[in-house]
Structures are given as C-alpha cells and as structure tokens.
C-alpha cells in the first residue's frame, strides 16, 4: 500500500496550513487564499505571503454526512466559508455541535489534526475554526 | 470544410460488475455504425489512473478497439474532460491535420465503496487546500446552493424542479441510469449528503463507455460539428470573485455565440447538472437567463422539453448518470442522434444543439455547436 498524501507535499505547505498563510499581490494590492506564486485576479507574480488573521466571520457551512473516504470519524463534517476581510476561506469548523452553529458567528483558527495516514503511521495536521470563546 | 459526427455508440450507465472498462468500450464500439479505422483516437477519462490503475490507457483501449498501429492519446480535465476531447478533435479535423478521428470516453465509479470515489472526485477542486481538509465536490456545491437561496431567497423545493424534471427527461431514454420519476417534494425529504443537498439532489455514481466518430466527410454524417471553444478559470474556489459566477462558461458562450451569428437560434442545450444548483448557474452566467430568475423559468417550464428552451432533455448529468470522462462524450451523441432523427427520443425541428461542460465550480469550460448535417 503507498502512502496517501505526499510527506513533503505536507511538508512545503505545513507552515501554510499552521499560520494560515495567504498572499498579497503588490500590484493590485488583493490578498488570497492559498497563497500562489502568481495573483488569481490581475495575474502580476509580484506577490509576497501574508499572515491572514485568525478570528473572521462565519458566513455559511454545511454539514458533510457522506464525506471522502478518510474522514468517517469526523463525520458529519462541518464546513465553513469564513470571511477573514481581505480574503475569505473554506475550512473544516471544530469543537462545535449543530445547535451551537449560526452564519455570522465569529469563530477563530486552531491546528488539528486532519487526517491519519495509517499505511504511512502519519498525521496531517491543518487548520480548522471553532467559535470564539466569549468571556 | 466541416467537421462532421459520422456515427455513436454508447453502453447503458449503470453499475456494471460483471464488466471491466475495456468490457464497456468494446459494447460502445459495437453499438457503432460504419466504424472504420480512424486516423487518431482520443481517450477522455478521468479516474483510471486511480480505480483501475492503468496508464498510457489510451494504447490499451486502441488494442480492444482492434485498430492496433493507430496513434491514440488521453485526455483529462476533470468533468469537461470529454467536450475538450471532442475540442481537440475538431481543431485537428478543421485544421486537415486527419481526416478520422475516434473520440472514446469511458469511465469505471463503482469498483470501490462510494466515499473513496467521492475523494477521487474531490480533486477535481484544489487538491492541497480544498480536497485535503475533507471538503468534498457536494460540500463545495452545497455552499454554492446555500448562498444562491440566500441572495434570491429561493428554496429548495423551487431548486428542486430540476431534478424531478430529470428524471422525467430519462425516463425514456435507453442509456440513463436514473428512469424513475420523482417529485419536488421527495428531492428535498431524500437523506442528506451535504446539506441542503440531498441524495436526490445529485447524481449517481456510473460505469459506462460511450465513442464518437468524427470525420470530415459529410457523407451519411448525423450531425455537424459547428464550433468548438473552451476556456479555464481560477482553482481553488476561494480565488473566485463571486461563488455562483461562471466566468469560463460565459466565455465560452459568447465565443460561440459571436462565431457564429448573435442570431444563433439554438434548439436545444444540454448543461453540466451533477448537481441541482449546477445549471442554474451556468444558465445565469452565460445569460440564457437574467440573475436569479433561472429557478423561476425552469418552475414556468421554459426549460421542458416541449417549453421554450428545451434543456438536458435526455435526462442531464442527473439522471442519465455522469461517467466523468465520458460525460461529454453521451451528450454529444444524445444530441448527434436527436439533430438526425435516430436517438430513441425526438425532438421536432431541432437544428442547433448545444453542449457548455463545466468542471467543479467553473475552473474548466467547454462548448459544443452541433447542427443538422
Ligand atoms: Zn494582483
């Protein structure tokens, strides 16, 4: 059996999926998700990486009950497109039951674990948003 | 000189275990008429590499074939992988480069359990920040459909009528793998696979084999091949500037469309529907209807067969089943068939049929223009 995701695939974009790494165009000055080398909107390759914020707005989910294959442990998956500002992003939302989830709420970014490769003894680990803890 | 579709064949979509993908492309190669040895074979495909584990399949396909020698490459670009297939063999049949060439898409989605297709399937979206977090091809439509009802304050019983019409259109349709009816009101009550998308709200996972010959002899031709055109967009769905434009597909419309007259009378559309929110979509993007009017149109029935804009009247993506790679390949010769009077179903005075493929989102499009011979 081979390995599903490539180690140094994960590796190169670890630090993307931890810091939430975005990319800013220095051209038309837009900021995306995930970063590339070259800017979706007027094309320009002159682009740097830029720390997206951790909090942003939930604007809609939906729950997952027949995710890929590997995920069936966390099934139903929830997933969110999250407005971060300048950019928005599509991720997994954790540490949240269906009744506690709103569009709008606020919710922040934390490192989870995603998937296991259980040929390769491996776990990924990316980004996913739970709501933000009011005090 | 024209491109023109010379002959068909296809296998019934369904799921097939007694039979390998090679099985199924040799029973569409028999169903053919007047199938000589082209000049040039294209392979579209999307999942082989991974469900049966072949590469260089297209060398292997033309070996079954019996057209051994012949040269015979593959094609893949996700669920527009057969209309860009039957793109590239126009542009070389329009250009003299052949004078035959042989267009085979075939597809095997039932020899794993569904949830590992569904993976396979989540790569047609970005492969390292969407399919890997788990975000599945209905999860990413769903977010469309949730936003399309919210900005239009549609429901999802109105979405539905899609669907059920479908299902209406497959009935009668020999290849489809869907022919049962179904009414709104079970699309929406159906189990839930993404919310507010529903198993009905979907399309089946499908075996099947279809092949078009294209040649440039007009000679006891089906159909002409008018124009072909295809266009590409951003991937990940995130870099799109609005979740429910298709600016590839309007491309692609337009370009055909200033090709080949503004008065293009087309007859007949058939549009990726793999989902309910799908052909909304392209319908609002290319402009066949204004912004979140299209539910209304389709709930007047302008969109039924026998309605103002007849379309998928084969039964679409939905119900006659959505084999990736030969997806493309099925709604050319539907429609092939339907332009001459030899596909099981008719529809009167069709001159102009045309086909636009998506993929995911709108990262790929495709059309098609076939006209009466
Ligand atoms: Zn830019």
Redesign the pocket.
Known sequence: MSMEYSVPIYWRNRVNYYKLIGGR??????VFFPPQSR??????D??EPVSLPRIGRLLSYTVSYNPPEGYKLQTPLIIGLIDLGETRIIAQLTDVSLEEISEGIEVEAVVRKIREDRTAGLIHYGYKFRPVISH | MGVYVKSYGMTKLGRSYNKSLYDLVFDALSDMEGLDKPDMIIVSTVFTAATIGQLDIASKITEIAGFKGVPAIRVETGETSGHNSVLMAFRLLAGGMYDNILVIGAEKMTEFVAARMYKEISKVFDSEYESYMGVGHASLHALAMKEYMKRYGKTHKELAYWPALMHKNAADNPYAALRFPVDQDSVVKANVISDPITLLDSYPLVDGAGALLLTRSPNSALAEVKYAYSSTDVKPVTHKEDLLDLPAARRVYSKIKNENGLDLSVDLYDVTDQFTITPYLILESIGIAERGKSVDMANQGVFDRDGEIPINVTGGLKARGHPFGATGVYQIAELSGILSGTFQIQIPETKEAMIIGVNGLGSNASGILLGRR
């Open positions: 165009c220095k051209k038309c000055g837009r800017c979706p909107y007027c094309s320009s002159n682009v």
